[in-house]
């Protein structure tokens, strides 16, 4: 089925269904009900329908979802049979933490090479290796990269941004706490990391 | 003013609007209207009115708010004028990169110290360094600190809660992609990077 947009809670819940699906021993059946996965994850039974809803056809009336069928309908939603190839541009802190954040691949993103400013390739690990922003534009279109994340300081992003968006880049995840301009058409979700903190220290705030 | 809970939007829009009331100039006069602030960020007239109400009292009529008055009502709402402290546990590459993050003191929290469960201290820069993990507790008690940030593995995580709590830490901001459990009372915010992605990817992969 077409993939659809979900809400991130959906999408945050769908790695758990999974999981719970997966621990199912063969003496537990072919199918399982939606009030079954429910229980098993202490969540409503309606919330479950909802979720599911978005990633598979409906259960069969008192069978309820085809358990293997399930785990592939959710895999494939998560992307993890064709993990979707994201670029990085700046391999400061930020950057290396992030390329060697291993839950990206467990929603179906995978960071295939880093670059930066600096011109001199860098290696991390054994991995990845950080590339000169000359070879941004082959790489992204040998690769056909449509999905960029900036963790370059304030004053470059929007240059950065630029190119990304030169080379055919379609979303852009940026953690430069600034606001970029983007093409419209051009997807951009800005990650402002001290503004969730700012959230925490206001609710502790006016706590007691 | 007691301090209230507002939204993470509002607060995201409260740095704007001091940027734009310390960028008046003494010929603008000493009121500002919610309308000439509006216009100024592009914001509906409501949406200002309704973000300045949880931060000051409202605008005198025709007047408008006293500039220098609600300039200083902003700092104090964000912490300006008193930086929660906060402590890191995990001084990898992510926990690194948080500690060298500026923007936090913007929003008012200061990252006052960090330790790792490497026991030997670690200097970074010239401004922080990282303590073991034995200093934890008397460092937490003498500094009365009660916002703990967890970027430790997921292995160690509810370990390093669970001491965080000990402390007296009332909020956690955790990173490590595992639930924690945590008495009721103290508050917990997870921050999932991998989820902020997905859902990117997920806006893309519908996108065309």
């Known amino acids: 089925m077409e993939k659809t947009t979900v809400s991130k809670a959906t999408l945050g819940r ?25 229980k098993k994850l202490s969540l409503g039974e309606v919330q479950v ?52 954040y291993r839950e990206f691949e467990r929603y179906g993103v995978k960071i295939s090479a880093a670059f930066d400013l600096n011109e001199k390739p860098i290696i991390i690990g054994e991995k990845t290796e950080v590339l000169p922003m000359s070879q941004l534009e082959s790489f992204c279109r040998d690769g056909h990269i449509r999905l960029g994340i900036i ?3 304030e004053g470059s992003a929007q240059e950065v941004c630029d190119r990304m968006v030169g080379c055919g880049i379609e979303a852009i995840w940026n953690f430069a706490p600034c606001k970029l301009s983007v093409p419209s058409g051009v997807l951009l979700q800005n990650e402002n990391l001290a503004l969730s903190l700012a959230h925490l220290n206001n609710q502790l705030c006016n706590h007691n």
């Open 14 to 38: 769908l790695p758990e269904y999974l999981r719970t699906l997966r621990d199912l021993a063969p003496e537990d059946g072919t199918h399982i009900s939606a009030t079954a996965i429910a």
């Open 49 to 100: 329908r909802k979720d599911l809803a978005a990633v598979s056809g409906a259960g069969k009336p008192k069978l309820g979802y085809e358990i293997g069928e399930l785990i592939e309908e959710i895999e494939h939603f998560l992307g993890y049979d064709q993990l979707t190839p994201a670029i990085l541009v700046g391999a400061g802190k930020l950057g290396k933490a992030l390329l060697q």
């Open 151 to 153: 963790t370059v300081g």
